[in-house]
């Protein structure tokens, strides 16, 4: 059976405390126990797809930009404001360009639209029900 593994980047344990004017009073617990039961729901086994919220190391990480390409498994990129509307040096990121799908500024449901684009596009490519 598939499964998606779920990957947070820096500072995302702040959720909730941590400026919520942009990111909301939701804490990382929150969305985690709903993307687990969403997952859970739809994939189980090894991984066949990745959600990842970089955090800061999106403009700043190569190293997880290697890491995710070593592995050879379709991620899909999460960030829980919209990026684009933040300051300049946070424009950039060093995964969108292999990702499978960005999804940004959906605030913490953006973790569950990841996992349901993830099983209907890429793990359902792989398997037939």
Do not use: W
């Not at 050879?72 to 933040?86: D, G, K, L, M, Q």
Request: aromatic share 8%.
């Amino acid at each position: 059976m598939p499964s998606i593994l779920l990957i947070n980047g820096s500072n995302l344990n702040l959720l909730g405390t941590r400026e919520p004017h942009l990111y909301g009073s939701t804490t990382l617990p929150q969305p985690e126990d709903n993307a687990k039961a969403l997952a859970a729901s739809k994939a189980r086994g090894h991984t066949d797809a990745i959600i990842v919220n970089p955090g800061a190391f999106t403009h700043t990480g190569v190293a997880i930009r290697d890491a995710l390409f070593g592995v050879s498994i379709p991620f899909v990129e999460v960030h829980i404001t919209n990026a684009h509307a933040r300051e300049e040096s946070r424009r950039h990121s060093y995964l969108s360009d292999k990702a499978a799908a960005c999804i940004i500024g959906l605030g913490s449901y953006g973790y569950e639209a990841a996992i349901e684009y993830a099983v209907r596009e890429i793990i359902s490519a792989k398997y037939v029900y």
